[in-house]
């Protein structure tokens, strides 16, 4: 028994055992699971905490988005922007917040059945109205006193005391009269109703300098209008030197003593020199004045104010002359500094030339300006930059010694400038073996440093379109051709007829122009048409940049001008338009050489006519019968040019055509080959000789002129005999 209640209690105690262990398992795992699920929470507690932080930060302080939004420096008013809508929106709610008691209150209580006042007279008569409550122009009439149901009408008069025959009635039945006050507004909205136009006033001025007006400069600029925009430039202009400015040696040297006044203005100083206070930069748009500019700051490390001399004016009185004064005071708080005024001419035209002569807005800026760089101290080292290419133009007062003391004039690049800038601007372009960038310069006179920069990124363009690598001599070749003339239009489909006359036209240029005294040597002939109207064209190389010219010379250059024209009228007995450029130049060169050149032995070394481009009105120094004398000279001084090409033609008429023939087969012919034709040579074919049938069609191409005669004789003799029949 007592071994029975030993394996008893065993088998208990075990159960008991196990039950705990079962107890304790599923505590760790209820603990775990608590666990797990109290991470969860506390990771959603931060989240929640986060963005918690996160829309106090975007709704309250705006701290954070501020320093992104607001660089270091930035001015930029902090706080939130003004809602327009959402003003408009309030005062939309409120207005009919207020509004909803008047809306849903009835004037009168109960159920009103409307009646004509014929039938409401009536009622009263018969007694079934006891009371009536007049208000605004209608009356109310009612059976009892708690005006359940009722009638109503509109009165006739404006009040119920102007109706004597209504009043009567109700006196006669002992009716009891009500007037009622008319139903007045609440207090609030009636505030709101009589502030509203004023309130929405407000919201649209405030909705027009936020929208208008938001920038920079402390706020919106409507209250910063007198404020310089001056653009302070430091890190991006200390990256410009006087190594990235080529082709304007001369200039540089001038800016170079700016850069050490700047440096060691101390050096000037102890031998008593004082500092320019400003530099004018005179010249054409595109020669680099803008980069000279940059080029002094950037090798002087000093700060850059630049401003656009059209910044200064504004439609406000006094906004012009106040940015002068906030432009230079943040000058002298920044000596030694720059001030770079570009197209000055904008602010600095001559006084007085408005309309009647009277003061405006840019002669009080202009009055300020002038003041101002009258008032820098010897101790404040100030300089003004400006630039301009139209000097002619700008004040007097402006122009004199202790303003601008140096006028630097930034001329056009000769061949060598035209070389060292294509070499600048080739820094970070690959190019090819065969590139010759003398060759480029001779091509582009007249170029300045906007214009060559252009020309090379066009090449770039060409050559990547082409899938290369680098950029070689005929991409620039083409994109030289491309800038002066116009992109080729090989989809343009010329008739062949056309394409003969324009090939003989240009033949006849070159080949006059070739056998010609004192011309240039010619580098292309083409009869591929470019840009907008040119059909061919024949294109001289200069070897040398030119500054005179002779008489004979434009002698010559009248003959080549009429070669073409000579040709078509040689060659096929008749002329086209499309010498009407030739004719329009050669004319503009007869006419310089007579009225201004003095190139004529009748009349000497007389001006005649002093008209320059862009005048309104002629300058002429001659009276109607001199005008005569002069036309003549004129005219004959172009009739004996042509007769000398007709001449040159005529007598080189196999030249002539064998060269045509070249052309028409070949569509550019160049200089080199020219030489080679006009020496009696032969080209190497285009073509491996294998290929006869191309033979036959260069046989048909040469009677093709021939054929072009034919035509147009068969045309005269055609409309001979239709002149005939008619008479």
Known sequence: MEGLVEKETLRYLSEDQEDKKNEKDQTVEDKNKDDSEYDELGERKKELKAKLKHGMRKGGNLEDEEEDENPKGSKRPRGGKFNFKGFIMLLFVITLFMSLPSLFSDTNKGNLKSVSYT?????????????????????????????????????????????????????????????????????????????????????????????????????????????????????????????????????????????????????????????????????????????????????????????????????????????????????RKNSPCIIFIDEI????????????????????????????????????????????????????????????????????????????????????????????????ARKTPGFVGADIANLLNEAAILAAREGRDCINMADLEEASEKVTIGPERKSRVTVQKERVIVAYHEVGHALTQKLSPLTEPVHKVTIVPRGMAALGYTMSLPMEDRYLKSKNEYLSELVTLLGGRASEEVVFGDITTGASNDIERATAIAHAMVTKFGMTDKFGPILLDNTKEGDMFQQKYYGESTGKEVDAEILKLVNDAYTQAKKILTDNRELLEKITQELLVRETITGEELDLLIEGKDLEPLHKPEKEPKQEELKEETTTSEEIIEEKEVEILDTKDEEDEEK
């Open 119 to 331: 039938e409401f007279v009536k009622l009263a008569d018969n007694k079934d109205i006891k009371i009536v409550n007049e208000k605004e122009g209608y009356v109310y009439g009612y059976a009892s006193k708690d005006e359940k149901e009722g009638f109503k009408t509109r009165l006739i008069t404006d009040r119920l005391g102007q109706d004597p025959t209504l009043l009567k009635t109700f006196e006669d039945n002992n009716i009891t009269i009500d007037s009622l006050a008319p139903q007045q507004l609440p207090f609030i909205l009636n505030i709101l109703v009589s502030w509203f136009p004023m309130l929405l006033l407000i919201g649209v001025w405030i909705f027009m300098l936020n929208k208008m007006n938001r920038g920079g400069g402390g706020g919106p600029q409507m209250f910063n209008m007198g404020k310089s925009k001056a653009k302070e430039n430091g890190e991006e202009i200390s990256k410009v030197t006087f190594k990235d400015v080529a082709g304007i040696d001369e200039a540089k040297e001038e800016l170079e003593e700016v850069v050490q006044f700047l440096k060691e203005p101390e050096k000037f100083k102890k031998l008593g020199a004082k500092i320019p206070k400003g530099v004018l930069l005179l010249g054409s748009p595109g020669t680099g004045k803008t980069l000279l500019a940059k080029a002094v700051a950037g090798e002087a490390g000093v700060p850059f104010f630049s401003m656009s001399g059209s910044e200064f004016v504004e439609m406000f009185v006094g906004v012009g002359a106040s940015r002068v004064r906030d432009l230079f005071n943040k000058a």
């Open 345 to 440: 001419d904008a602010v600095g035209r001559k006084r007085g030339s408005g309309q009647g002569g009277g003061n405006d807005e840019r002669e009080q800026t202009l009055n300020q300006l002038l003041v101002e760089m009258d008032g820098f101290g010897n101790e404040e080292t100030i300089i003004v930059l400006a630039a301009t290419n139209r000097p002619e133009i700008l004040d007097k007062a402006l122009m004199r010694p202790g303003r601008f003391d140096r006028q630097v004039v930034v001329d056009r690049p000769d061949l060598k400038g035209r070389e060292e800038i294509l070499k600048v601007h080739a820094r970070n372009k690959k190019f090819a073996d065969d590139v010759d960038f003398h060759t480029v």
